[in-house]
Structures are given as C-alpha cells and as structure tokens.
C-alpha cells in the first residue's frame, strides 16, 4: 500500500472518528447527567447524615454502611425480592409461554385473545394497584363478598402476613405476563414455517415439535425475558407501594420502598441513601451472575 493510501485511509478513520463522537456526545452527556452522576452523588451522600433540607451534611463515613448491613429489615425486603424474583420467573414464565404457544397455534383467529390480554400491561400500575387495593379488601373485597356468599366470614389478603405477599406477586405476574407473552410470540415468528412442516411429514406431534423444535430454538428469548424478569423483580416499587406500602409490618417491604419511605417519608437522606446504594450493588451482582452463567450455558449446549 503506497504512502498516499495510507494518509487517505488515516485521513478517513479520523473524519469517522470526528463524526462518531459528534453524534454520540449527547447520549453520553445525558448519560452521564442523569445515570453516572445520581449514582456517584448517592453514595456520596450515603456517607453523611443529612435530612435533605438542611444545605449542611454531617460527614459520618460508612456509619450508615454499617447499619445497614446489621439491619434486619433491609434484608427482610432484600429476601421479598427474591421472592418476588423466584415466583415471578415461574409463574409470568410458564403462563407467557403457554398464552404464546395458544396464540401461534391459533394464528389470526386468536388476535381477539392478544388484544384482551395484553390490555392489562398497558394499564398504569398505580391504578391496577388501587383497583386490588379495593378487590382485595377484607370488607368489600371481590374475594370477601365471595366468601360471604357462601356462608363464610371475610378474607383478609392483603392484611395477613403469611398471605400479603404472595397477593401481590399474583398482581403483578397478571400485569407483566402479557409483556414476556408478546415477546414469545414475536420468538415465536422467528422460527420458519418449514421446520413444521418438516417435523410434520416426519410425523411429530404438536407436542413433540413444541418441546424438540420450538423450545430450544426459542431459549435465547426465553434467556432475555428471565434477566429482564430477574432485573425488575429487584428494583419493583410502584404496585406494591400503593397496594400494602410495605405492610403488614414489613412482610411485602422492598428494598425500593423502604429507601423511599426512610429517604423521602421520615427525610433520613444519608441512611435512604446507602439502602439505595446497597440495592445497586445487590442487583448489579446479581444481574451479573445471571447473565454469565446463563450465557456460559447457552455456550456450552
């Protein structure tokens, strides 16, 4: 390659280089204002005692880092989100793949059932949780008036320790199940209409091709939809704020919902701001072991 190629080659990877950082610096300007900077401010704060009034913060170094890691309660909400993880992956997963695999058989004749049950993700999750705040009252509740009905007394969900929790999960696998249902469903398209046929002619089964053919090829989908899953079980807030806000007691506390009550309800800013911290370091690792040993294992098969 002569000399002038490589001063014309030099020339143009510098004019792209030029051009790729004049259109990325504002995705990374508004990157860094609204994503870097909040996060390195909050464990800033995290170290001062401070009501989020006052313009003086009292410098307390990892006080408050301490704390938390003897809080029972941070750990309390901390193992509900891994309730909520493990219930969700199940209960959204299995239900999404069947609503998918009922919607593809049916083709165009099931676009009645996509719409009617996709609807409840596009309601907003403040109003679903007001609407089984009132469903699930133990007075005019849906499941009371029920209960009543048939000669029994009134069905505290919501108010129960042992129960509350696991009726909000039931809430909120019905709102999110449509989501992780469209995304099988769109796998589902991905997959050519000649393998079935083929699977066909060879005489499987509508079974047999689901679990041979269909499931395998849509594993890297199904991979996606658990981490997204796994991802927004642990930082999950709005639903269950506005259906028990953390009650009874602290049986369906979040990690979320006890940072917004300790930093914004009782304005202890550097103690909500380590369990905000604590919350990011817990999900990023996990998010991490995640994804590496599911990608690790889609390697290996």
Not at 32 to 44: H, N
Not at 243 to 254: A, I, K, Q, R
Not at 262 to 273: D, H, L, P, Q, R
């Amino acid at each position: 390659m002569s000399s002038e190629s490589r001063s014309l080659r030099k020339v143009r990877e510098r004019q792209i280089r030029i051009a790729a950082a004049v259109f990325l610096s504002p995705a990374i300007i508004i990157m860094i204002v609204f994503i870097a900077y909040p996060i390195i401010d909050s464990f800033i704060i995290s170290t001062t005692e401070w009501n989020g009034v006052n313009p003086n913060r009292k410098f307390v170094g990892m006080e408050n880092w301490i704390t938390l890691a003897k809080d029972p309660d941070f750990w309390t909400s901390f193992r509900n989100n891994l309730t909520i993880m493990f219930v969700s992956l199940l209960t959204q997963g299995i239900l999404a793949m069947a609503l998918a695999t009922f919607l593809d058989i049916m083709g165009r004749k099931g676009i009645v059932f996509k719409v009617v049950w996709f609807l409840p993700y596009l309601i907003s999750s403040v109003a679903i949780g007001i609407l089984f705040k009132f469903v699930l009252d133990a007075n005019f509740g849906m499941f009371a008036a029920i209960s009543r009905a048939f000669g029994g007394g009134s069905v505290d969900l919501l108010g129960r320790a042992g129960y509350a929790l696991f009726a909000v999960i039931g809430v909120v696998s019905w709102q999110y199940t449509p989501f992780y249902m469209i995304l099988y469903l769109a796998a589902y398209g991905t997959i050519p209409v000649e393998l079935y046929e083929a699977a066909s002619i060879d005489g499987a089964t509508r079974n047999q091709y689901f679990w041979r053919v269909s499931l395998p090829l849509l594993r890297p989908t199904i991979i996606s939809g658990a981490t997204v899953c796994i991802i927004g079980s642990l930082k999950y807030f709005d639903l269950i704020y506005v259906m028990t806000g953390g009650g009874p007691g602290v049986s369906t506390d979040l990690m979320a919902t006890m940072m917004y009550r300790t930093s914004f309800v009782k304005n202890v800013m550097g103690y909500g701001a380590a369990i905000a911290g604590g919350m990011f370091i817990l999900i990023t690792l996990i998010a991490l072991v995640v994804v590496t040993t599911l990608n690790k294992k889609a390697a290996e098969d």
